[in-house]
């Protein structure tokens, strides 16, 4: 089972990456920049026992590989030929006892939100992995409670200001966050999230030539369809550091969707969540009450509305729903996903999104569903 769900996650991660990244086959040259930048890092607090930012002295080193977009792509047009790429990034957080450093691999886009002369605004998010040295251990390391499990998610949000030296040359300023979660796979995970600001420099071997873009106005034409979906998925929960083993959760989403522009998607719909009995039983254990004394159903009901921008095939998900029926009140009556939905087709995608209260992570699911 621990094989299934971490090759699970690795095949989406493999997804993302290719569908970012590779090339378009009928093109006979790709246009690359290459990137390093060093970055100094402020952590929020993971511990009760620290101030609400904490600055240890972190530092970390990115390098990364973006491919220009050409407007091949519809989408590429409606956001300004964005750059998509691949980062590997080192951080240090100077507390080589208790969080140890980060290695991270995350696959990202590249937007230009203003422009003038030499001078860039950019915006960069991207979605990936980390592999953190230490992690929570009872006996070893209680004190890291943020992180429990050597690979965890990791989302990235850069803000961006290039100067462009000559045609090859660019120079930037950055700031940015990071987060690194493990969507409770593994418990405790109260999860890392930091602050940097840094300096960086790209190279551009060759410039893509204006002449090589398509220029051409977006296409703002959709079909205006109301769609039936279903789809259902699987998430495993890890509820207690002293307890061994994950539980199996459940769930059931039957939903109406419609495209309200080229790009945008809406959602309307009802979730259906089973929590396996032991995962309602160790809650309880965590709040200090008796279960036996309680009620176990782990069965959840919900409304949820959401919305997917749309990159092609793959699509942003984000939605926020509401219980109608929850028998056990652990957590709010309330609950959002974030996530993301790769369309094999045009009635069949794949679907991995996080399931959380506000910023408690609740379970990571991968879902397959159908487009009717």
Not at 17 to 44: R, W
Not at 227 to 236: C, R
Request: proline share 4%; hydrophobic share 35%.
């Amino acid at each position: 089972m621990n094989f299934f769900k971490y090759t699970f996650f690795q095949v989406f991660i493999l997804i993302f990456s290719q569908y970012t990244c590779a090339q378009d086959l009928k093109k006979s040259k790709t246009y690359l920049e290459y990137g390093l930048n060093g970055y100094y890092g402020a952590l929020f607090k993971h511990r009760l026992d620290q101030e609400k930012i904490y600055f240890p002295g972190a530092f970390g080193v990115e390098a990364n590989i973006q491919k220009f977009t050409d407007g091949r792509n519809n989408w590429e047009r409606f956001y300004n030929y964005p750059k998509v790429g691949c980062a590997v990034m080192y951080f240090n957080y100077n507390m080589p006892d208790e969080l140890g450093k980060a290695y991270s691999l995350i696959p990202y886009m590249d937007f230009t939100l203003s422009k003038k002369g030499k001078r860039r605004f950019r915006i960069k998010s991207g979605f990936g992995a980390v592999y953190s040295t230490k992690t929570h251990e009872l006996i070893t390391n209680e004190e890291n409670s943020a992180i429990s499990s050597k690979v965890s998610i990791a989302v990235t949000l850069d803000f961006q200001y290039d100067f462009k030296i000559s045609d090859h040359f660019s120079i930037n300023a950055n700031a940015g966050f990071r987060h690194y979660s493990n969507g409770r796979l593994r418990a405790p995970n109260n999860g890392i999230n930091y602050l940097i600001v840094g300096l960086g420099a790209r190279y551009t071997p060759q410039p893509i030539p204006k002449e090589n873009f398509y220029l051409g106005p977006p296409d703002k034409t959709y079909e205006n369809k109301l769609y039936f979906n279903v789809m259902g998925a699987t998430a495993w929960r890890h509820v207690r550091p002293l307890e061994n083993g994950h539980h199996n959760a459940y769930i059931i989403s039957v939903y109406a969707s419609k495209m309200v522009g080229p790009l945008s998607n809406l959602v309307l719909g009802i979730d259906g969540f089973k929590y396996h009995t032991e995962s309602m039983r160790q809650e309880y254990l965590n709040r200090m009450t008796s279960p036996e004394e309680n009620n176990l159903d782990g069965r959840q009901a919900g409304i949820t509305f959401g919305h997917e921008l749309l990159f092609g095939k793959l699509a942003f998900v984000t939605q926020i729903g509401i219980y109608f029926y929850l028998p056990v009140k652990f957590d709010l009556p309330y609950y959002q996903r974030v996530g993301f939905r790769y369309y094999l087709c045009k009635n069949a995608f794949l679907n991995t999104t996080l399931k959380a209260y506000t910023s408690k992570a609740d379970m990571l699911e991968f879902g397959l569903g159908f487009r009717l």
